[in-house]
């Protein structure tokens, strides 16, 4: 089984501050992806990470794959409230499958 | 549509009745995803179609849930004699290739009373 974990579960914060979300497994993916999703939506990709070490920037988002492809980061820089939603990572495995993580859901207070 | 398009949005059925939920993918993706999501938590996924393959019919929860996919374009996902249980939102998403990432609908949201 492909088990995903995400921490924190639930994360609340004031405008401004910093955070990381972590993503976990025993497994390997060939890839990892991470998405946003907003009440009412379905999740928008945001990134996808494919080499073991590899980090991406977007905008105020650093997204970081770890060495042995198991593991993920997400580190926002003075978090706004528009980043409020459900972060969900996902990592490939097969072929053409994505399994998705349990979620992280940040709040950020105004 | 540019985007994958989810009918209906939202969907309340008496428990025990049949429910169609249908999803009409990105043309060309060849990739199509169902998954279900209950109140504020991840995705589960329940089946997966590929071209003209075989589906992945691997996280189906039960025999009362099927899926099937036309022309390799639209899909239906069908659960029979609903249960209380079966209320989520089920998102289906399109791909070209998984490490494109997946484009996801709105989703439908089904209550069952």
């Known amino acids: 089984t492909q088990l995903l974990e995400q921490s924190p579960q639930f994360l609340s914060i004031q405008e401004g501050e910093n955070l990381t979300v972590y993503c976990n497994s025993s497994s390997v993916f060939s890839s990892l992806q991470w998405y946003r999703q907003e009440p009412g939506e379905g999740p928008v990709l945001l990134v996808t990470v494919v080499t073991g070490g590899e980090v991406k920037k977007l905008k105020r988002l650093t997204f970081q794959f770890g060495d042995a492809r198991k593991d993920s980061s997400l580190h926002i820089t003075a978090a706004q409230p528009g980043d409020t939603g459900l972060y969900l990572c996902a990592g490939e495995y097969g072929a053409n499958n994505l399994f998705f993580g349990t979620g992280t859901r940040l709040t950020v207070i105004p | 549509g540019a985007g994958v398009s989810q009918s209906p949005s939202n969907k309340v059925t008496e428990k025990g009745k049949d429910v169609e939920l249908r999803c009409d993918p990105i043309s060309g993706h060849t990739a199509l995803y169902w998954y279900r999501q209950s109140l504020g938590q991840g995705l589960e996924f329940l089946i997966y179609?590929?071209?003209?393959?075989?589906?992945?019919k691997s996280g189906l929860p039960s025999d009362r849930f099927s899926a099937e996919r036309t022309g390799g374009s639209v899909s239906t996902l069908t659960i029979q004699r609903t249960q209380q249980e079966d209320s989520a939102v089920y998102l289906c998403?399109?791909?070209?290739?998984?490490?494109?990432?997946?484009?996801f609908g709105s989703g439908t949201r089904l209550t069952v009373v």
């Open positions: 179609f590929q071209g003209n393959s075989a589906p992945d």
């Open positions: 998403a399109s791909s070209f290739q998984a490490n494109y990432g997946y484009t």
